[in-house]
């Protein structure tokens, strides 16, 4: 079959829901996405599985998941990234089969673009030419692929990858659970960002009986940091400021460079600003190379850091967004301040 390009008018990239859905043109948004989407996986025969760049615990299980679905389908699926996967997702079933690239091309009959609000954040280049499967959770998702199943209410774009796991009748494996079982935990912040429900216990409990071992995750992705990223963290904090109910640190360059940090030793570190008592919004700034800053913004739930992002060019969850501004580092952090000045005043209880 050929799903490959988005204009094509070929009768067979209609989907489940019939040939009035639209399936051949960007923007299709089926009622049935499970089963537009498992339409689409039965069809083909070579996809191509991508998320974001600088992929997190749920780009990573969930293109894992997603990939383990497709071989049990007896598919073909090349799992690729941008960026390299980071060392604590690398003990994952799997992990080692992600490619890094900058460029993909290949026949594939559609890509399945997981956890992106557009093709640029996968900073991937080629993916216009294929037929794209959009599956997200983002607050700021769009309807950009020709098949789009974006659900806001998931913790996890994992948790969705479950959801077609079971509705293909495919076989939750232990491998499968402990991959989903990442995308939840670290999504939801060790079950304790907004998004964390009684579902998603439920779902965490149905994953641990499947096989996932909590106790085993927990310490690769929380007790496995590198020994530069403790010592970049020490830089961060020696810039910590705090204003009322907002905290704001940063890192420039020289202290990427001194540290030996690299880009994955960044993470986190916007966290502990944000759990000082009294702050509801914080934000990590870090100096890239060329001199942009990217930025890393959370909230504890009162303040809508994804409106904030959006309202810059960037984008994300209500409590963890982010963003690139240009710099220079007091120029960006300016314009944050400025932006989240403005959302704390609005907040009408003092928290402290
Ligand atoms: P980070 O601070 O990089 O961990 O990002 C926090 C959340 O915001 C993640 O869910 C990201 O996927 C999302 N996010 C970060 N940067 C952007 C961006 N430029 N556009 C859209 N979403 C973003
Ligand atoms: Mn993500
Ligand atoms: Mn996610």
């Given at each position: 079959m050929s799903l490959s390009g988005r204009t094509s008018t070929d009768?067979?990239?209609?989907?489940?829901?019939?040939?009035?859905?639209?399936?051949?043109?960007p923007g299709w948004v089926p009622d049935r996405p499970m089963d537009a989407i498992l339409d689409v996986l039965?069809?083909?025969?070579?996809?191509?599985?991508?998320?974001?760049?600088?992929?997190?615990?749920?780009?990573?299980?969930?293109?894992?998941?997603?990939?383990?679905?497709?071989?049990?389908?007896?598919?073909?699926?090349?799992?690729?990234?941008?960026d390299r996967i980071p060392g604590i997702y690398r003990t994952l079933p799997g992990a080692d089969q992600i490619r890094t690239a900058m460029r993909v091309h290949g026949p594939y009959d559609a890509v399945i673009l997981l956890e992106c609000d557009g093709l640029e954040r996968t900073r991937l280049l080629g993916l216009e030419a294929f037929y794209v499967v959009n599956i997200d959770h983002h607050l700021t998702g769009r309807n950009f692929g020709c098949l789009n199943w974006i659900d806001r209410e998931a913790a996890s774009v994992g948790e969705l990858?479950?959801?077609?796991?079971?509705?293909?009748?495919?076989?939750?494996?232990?491998?499968?659970a402990a991959c989903i079982y990442v995308t939840i935990l670290t999504d939801t912040g060790g079950f304790m960002y907004g998004g964390t429900r009684a579902s998603?216990?439920?779902?965490?409990?149905?994953?641990?009986?499947?096989?996932?071992?909590p106790v085993r995750i927990?310490?690769?992705v929380y007790f496995s940091t590198a020994t530069a990223k403790l010592l970049l963290l020490g830089a961060a904090l020696g810039n910590l400021k705090r204003e009322g109910r907002l905290a704001w640190l940063w890192?420039?360059?020289?202290?990427?460079?001194r540290t030996c940090?690299?880009?994955?030793?960044?993470?986190?570190?916007?966290?502990?600003?944000?759990?000082?008592?009294?702050?509801?919004?914080?934000?990590?700034?870090?100096?890239?190379p060329e001199g942009t800053i990217?930025?890393?913004?959370r909230s504890k739930g009162r303040v809508d850091v994804a409106e904030i992002a959006a309202k810059l060019g960037g984008g994300g969850h209500e409590n963890a967004a982010g963003v690139t501004l240009e710099g220079p580092l007091p120029r960006a952090i300016e314009q944050i301040l400025v932006e989240l000045r403005a959302a704390v005043a609005l907040l009408q209880v003092p928290s402290e």
């Open positions: 009768p067979d990239r209609q989907g489940a829901s019939g040939p009035d859905a639209g399936a051949s043109s039965r069809r083909g025969e070579r996809f191509l599985v991508c998320s974001h760049s600088r992929p997190d615990g749920d780009a990573v299980g969930s293109m894992l998941a997603m990939g383990m679905l497709l071989e049990q389908m007896g598919k073909r699926a090349d799992l690729v990234t941008a990858v479950h959801r077609l796991i079971k509705a293909a009748g495919a076989k939750v494996t232990a491998e499968i998603t216990f439920a779902l965490a409990e149905e994953l641990t009986r499947g096989g996932a071992d927990a310490q690769e890192i420039a360059h020289s202290d990427m460079v940090a690299t880009e994955e030793d960044c993470e986190g570190i916007v966290n502990y600003a944000v759990s000082i008592a009294g702050v509801e919004a914080a934000v990590f700034l870090r100096e890239l990217r930025l890393s913004i």
